[in-house]
């Protein structure tokens, strides 16, 4: 059995793909397989996912109808074989020392590794590293994964796959899985989920993978309301995992954050009218009277939407001053 897997999930990128797949096959350190999980191409992105199967006994191919980039990432959670994980995308590539770097001694790895990137932008790139901290029990690492919500340098780092090493057994042993139908925050949702089991945590400042910034895909398409709603759920369940209250209140902004932005795009009166009581419970744990609900959704009705988005704007960020 391999030590380490890699689970690249991919959708018409043939442009790219090679860069990342030869950024893996040709790595010193030579113990892992390599998962492709084509998530129904239709540009030549499949045959040549076959050909590095033919090519090299590690790499392993899976074809499935498109069904977004959760489902791809769990067909492949589905098949690993290894002791530890990463994440990769399909028009990324990894530096060519980092698997060597990361898995120097796999007996002293901590159940969650991050490390650095480096942004590639269309005129400029970035350099980013999350420091370097070790973190040797839960609370202790409640507070690095704060550390790295805030983290000014690396912003957003919680999120993504690809920044960080998991310990496979843990993901095995809890069942863990993608959220399928988010494309949106679903590598965070991931990983806090994951992090709520682990122990203990290493951030390393090696700048280990190349993340291609692109001017289009999943992370900037346009998102629905229910889509948002299914996230801001996932995020108030995330938040009982945890009992470090600043990280609490992180996961709860998220939630309503969300929430907010599923309400401002929301077609229907109804439906937002459910989306703004469901709101209100989780800010004030308490049910509207009949009276202030009913002249709040007559409010709704008749207001028009550009007054709508701006008041239920102004009502976040005021909220978020007064918290």
Known sequence: MPTLSVIVPLYNVQNYLDDCVQSILSQSYRDLELLLVDDGSTDGSAALCDGYAQMDGRVKVFHKTNGGVSSARNVGLEHMRGEFLIFADADDWFASDAFSKLMQDAATLSDLTFYGSIFHYADHEEQRSPGNHSYSDF???QHGLLHLAYNKDCPD??????????????IREHGLRFVEGLSIREDEVFTLSYASFCSTMQVLPDRLYHYRKLPCGLTVAKKNSDELRLLACNYMQLKELYSEEELKEYIRRQMVKFLLSAVRISAETKIRNNMIDELWRNKNKQEWSLPVKFLYRLFLSVSSPVFLRWFMSARFFFYSLKS
């Open 157 to 170: 780092y919680i999120g993504f796959t690809w920044n960080k090493l998991f310990r496979a057994s843990i």
């Open 139 to 141: 609370l202790a690492l």
